[in-house]
């Protein structure tokens, strides 16, 4: 717990910005992170994506992925999708633990892409903005954004990829693209650039020879060229063309343009030229204005039903009234409030010009969208470039205000959580109307209306199967449908999974269905509607399970925190990891965990209280209490194990584990530092969370908690979760004192000291010092002793002399030495430094880190090497052999970045800035500070940012920079 980063007493915040990801369908499948292109693998694997792009933000069952790559699926099909999944995963966010862009999701994948994220969606939106373009008789802008739309291809679309959806899609591309060619080439006759697109005519007739649209242009275009022969040349080739394939004439649009350009007909010729804006291939008009966003998903073409209430809704938005529209849908997973939302807002949308912004803000999953990301998106959309967009969330909510202040702007906020989530991103103009979705009742917000979604009646359900199922079998078969709709719950996510397994086997019949929908217990299993979102469904679901299934179902919710692991689901279940592992896999294939990466498990957060009421319901309180209890053990030997890894010979591991009822025990064993922190990353945040609950029961394993809080002291060395250890150190702590467990006291006591100290809480960390140094005598612990005086003697000063400082220091390293521990003797040795350092004996500073320094490289301490290299940079700074202090500074960093231990840098670096100055190296001193500020920041460590600050001014101060020094020092 050496204290890095307080020599000259300086300490810093900032935020993370990842590349973007974007994916290339208009040709052969790419995506790309920023400039740098992803290999996304074999072509089947690449199909796998395309799926989920193509229905980006929309889930998308294994039963459909499995349809998608295979005309036939071999039998071992789904687990080959895992498989892909698991590896696009690790291609498209390769330093992830908690995947964010293709998550799991019930009983099916999402690939979580921004609106543009695809060419296809870019290409779509700028197809249907140039529309609007054109019907509001703006042909240079419509010219601009066809343009830009054409520009984006770069071969056969999905070229080269396997599998039936590729190519119904590549079919369904190839059509879109002839349609935007067509009006581009269109737009560029309106124009009066006939000449001009004569070249780019003849390519596209030769490609398309029985095109006939395509030859009409290239008709007029020659014609109003003054090449008239050319023109009825083009005719004559088209006829000969079409008789010779088809055996037909050509079509009377074409016939009657051929006798127009043979009778000089007026009305052919071109108009006045107008302006069109310069063509950059590839781009958008140069110089023009942002496009106004269009943002909202394609409607439903098979929309059904709820006439009245759309037409309710539409009124409710529509612009001109006293305050900005606010509407809210709210009801149950799968009852059709996201297609309702986005069907009214394509039918509101023309009111509203300057554009329609959409966000899916994933409130029912487990990472509900941040608002701060969101109105980033919002502002890029509306033209903001990102070098200007700020980075608090209440800047850029005012920011978004302000830039839609007097703007028709339609906002949709789809899947919102709670009114928390959705107040940043309302705007202030009247001008605007925001339209809101979510499965909770949005309190706490003024509302134009609030809608309760109910499910559809009976005759629209049987229209929406009829409308995906065919008209044929529904007429053939009236009463089996209505017995699918009603077995359904007139649900209509429900009743379109029905249809579309109907649409998808043409074989059966309506009863063959409704047959297997009779029975409750297949129900579910049958229509994989997803999240139904109330305990009875769920208990229909659960009913499902054979007895081991539904005991892991159970036992699973326990644990509070971001998921189990596998290694932690056989802990609970008390099985071997295989076997845990086999049974969370059946769980999830059927929807009830989702697994966000391989070997992590989550629930639904009403599925977990479920499944809690279950555990209470079915094994009881004293069943659940030993599971967790049992998963602290394993919690306990694993990070024991971390901490002799991370720090060899300390004794804290062999304390808990002395007195640990654990002959059977198992922890994860690590091969060394590096697998032990890739572990700590993966884990800490389920550990603490489990810890932590483990306080609020008053009949929970607290000595067990005591001693783990304990060995998860290591974290304040590696920088890793320290506020929430505090925190956690702080609460157990209260109950083993409210508990009379002064043993387990002492411990968590102990912890909570080094993580004040870490926060340079110094009044804190001295009254938590001296608590310890108590309980530790009380209790015969005197392990704990060296480290709680070292403690006192560092936050002695101001309040006490440097005799008394001195004489708490030399009673911690006497009783260390007693004890004859080498690890505990280096760590107290090298915290004696610090404190002949805060006495000004900068000699005797160095030799005691020196020789801390050669006992943690015997003892192959990495991380106590790393604090004793600080300290005596230190104390050489303090003998003024700055030379030499930088040179220790240099190598401390270089350890720190090996262990990915950024938290310590700024101290580090504020220390190598003193040094610098004080070597009359201003320059490189500000450089030094200006890299503590900047990590300071990014990490959100308040504590060294004022510290790193403080160096800046003084360097720029040394630099003659008097007016930015002294603001950085005020």
């Known amino acids: 717990m050496t204290e890095i980063g307080e020599p000259h007493g300086t300490s810093a915040p900032a935020a993370d910005g990842g590349e973007r990801l974007r994916l290339c369908l208009l040709g052969p499948v790419q995506a790309w992170c920023g400039e740098r292109e992803l290999e996304l693998g074999p072509p089947q694997q690449r199909a796998l994506l395309t799926a989920l792009a193509l229905r980006a933000r929309r889930i998308v069952s294994v039963d459909e992925l499995l349809d998608a790559l295979w005309e036939e699926p071999p039998a071992r099909a789904a687990a080959i999708v895992r498989t892909y999944v698991s590896r696009l995963r690790r291609v498209l966010e390769p330093d992830r633990v908690h995947p964010t862009v293709l998550v799991s999701s019930g009983s099916g994948y999402v690939l979580r892409l921004p609106a543009d994220g695809t060419d296809a969606e870019v290409f779509e939106n700028r197809v249907a903005a140039a529309g609007r373009a054109r019907a509001l008789g703006d042909t240079a802008g419509a010219l601009g954004l066809l343009r830009e739309a054409c520009g984006l291809w770069h071969g056969e679309p999905l070229a080269g990829l396997p599998g039936p959806l590729a190519q119904a899609h590549r079919a369904r591309l190839v059509e879109r693209r002839l349609n935007a060619v067509q009006a581009w080439l269109e737009t560029e006759l309106e124009a009066g650039r006939h000449a001009e697109v004569i070249g780019e005519l003849t390519i596209w007739v030769s490609q398309y020879p029985l095109l006939e649209p395509m030859r009409e242009l290239l008709m007029l275009a020659l014609y109003r060229s003054g090449r008239q022969a050319e023109a009825l040349g083009v005719y004559a080739d088209a006829r000969r063309t079409l008789l010779e394939q088809l055996g037909v004439d050509p079509g009377p649009r074409l016939r009657e343009l051929h006798l127009g350009v043979l009778s000089g007909d007026p009305k052919l010729a071109a108009p006045a030229a107008a302006p069109a804006p310069a063509f950059e291939p590839g781009g958008g008009p140069t110089g023009s204005a942002p496009l106004a966003p269009a943002q909202l998903p394609a409607d439903i073409a098979d929309w059904t039903g709820r006439d009245g209430l759309c037409a309710a809704l539409c009124a409710d938005l529509a612009p001109g009234g006293p305050a900005m529209p606010v509407v809210g849908v709210s009801g149950l997973g799968g009852v059709g409030k996201s297609a309702l939302a986005v069907h009214v807002a394509h039918a509101v949308g023309g009111q509203y010009p300057d554009g329609q912004l959409y966000v899916n803000l994933q409130g029912a999953g487990a990472f509900p969208a941040d608002p701060g990301e969101v109105l980033a998106g919002f502002l890029g959309a509306l033209g903001v470039a990102d070098a200007a967009i700020p980075q608090g969330t209440a800047e850029r909510a005012a920011m978004f205000r302000s830039r839609v202040a007097g703007l028709r702007v339609l906002i949709v906020l789809d899947d919102a959580r709670d009114s928390r989530q959705v107040g940043p991103l309302l705007p202030g103009s009247r001008s605007c109307a925001v339209l809101v979705t979510g499965r909770a009742w949005l309190s706490g917000m003024a509302m134009t209306r609030q809608v309760a979604l109910e499910p559809l009646t009976p005759d629209e359900s049987v229209r929406l199967l009829t409308a995906i199922a065919g008209e044929r079998r529904v007429t053939a078969e009236p009463a089996a ?72 179902f159970r036992l699973l919710s326990l644990a509070d925190g971001p998921g189990v692991s596998s290694a932690a689901a056989a802990v609970l279940l008390g099985l071997p990891e295989p076997e845990a592992e086999r049974l969370a896999e059946s769980l999830t294939d059927l929807g009830l965990l989702s697994c966000p990466y391989p070997g992590r498990y989550q629930y639904h957060d009403l599925l977990r209280l479920f499944a809690r009421e279950l555990v209470r319901e079915v094994d009881g309180d004293a069943a659940g209490r030993a599971a967790v209890e049992r998963l602290l053990r394993h919690y306990l030997v694993t990070v024991a194990g971390l901490y002799r890894v991370v720090r060899p010979g300390y004794p804290f591991p062999d304390l808990v584990a002395a007195e640990a009822d654990a002959p059977a025990l198992t922890g994860s064993a690590f091969g060394g530092p590096a697998e032990g922190l890739r572990w700590a990353r993966q884990e800490i945040a389920a550990v603490l969370a489990v810890a932590e609950q483990a306080t609020r029961d008053p009949d929970g394993p607290l000595a067990v908690v005591a001693d783990l809080t304990l060995v998860l002291i290591q974290l304040i060395d590696l920088g890793m979760a320290v506020p929430e250890l505090c925190d956690l150190a702080g609460r157990v702590a209260e109950a083993t004192a409210a508990a009379g467990l002064p043993k387990s006291e002492a411990r968590a006591r102990y912890t909570l000291m080094w993580a004040q100290r870490e926060f340079q809480r110094t009044l804190q960390a001295r009254s938590e010092a001296a608590r310890v140094v108590a309980l530790a005598r009380r209790t015969g612990q005197a392990t704990l002793l060296p480290g709680a005086l070292i403690v006192l003697a560092l936050t002695g000063l101001p309040h006490c002399t440097d005799e008394e400082v001195t004489a708490r220091c030399d009673e911690a390293v006497a009783l260390s030495a007693e004890l004859g521990d080498p690890s505990l003797q280096a760590f107290v040795e090298g915290m004696a430094a610090l404190v002949d350092l805060a006495v000004d004996r900068p000699e005797s500073a160095r030799r005691r880190a020196e020789r801390s ?100 001014g003084r360097a720029l101060l040394d630099l003659g920079e008097q007016d930015r020094g002294r603001a950085c020092l005020a």
């Open 481 to 552: 449908a209505r017995r699918v709709a009603a077995a359904c719950g007139f649900l209509p996510l429900a009743v379109r999974t029905a249809a579309s397994r109907l649409a998808a086997r043409p074989a059966w019949q309506l009863s063959h269905m409704a047959d297997r929908l009779a029975s409750e217990r297949r129900r579910l299993a049958e229509l994989e509607a997803g999240e139904l979102a109330v305990a009875a469904s769920f208990r229909l679901s659960y009913d499902q399970l054979d007895a081991e299934t539904a005991r892991a």
């Open 853 to 952: 320094l050669t006992a943690f490289t015997e003892l192959g301490d990495f991380v106590g090497q790393v604090h004793m290299l600080y300290a005596r940079a230190t104390a050489l700074h303090g003998m003024g052999r700055f030379e030499a202090a930088c040179e220790d500074y240099r190598e401390c960093l270089g350890a720190l970045r090996a262990l990915g231990a950024r938290d310590r840098m700024p101290g580090v670096l504020v220390g190598l800035a003193e040094s610098c100055r004080a070597a009359g190296r201003p320059a490189q001193a500000l450089e030094a500070a200006e890299q503590a500020l900047a990590i300071a920041r990014k990490l959100g460590l308040e504590h060294r940012r004022a510290n790193a600050l403080a160096a800046v």
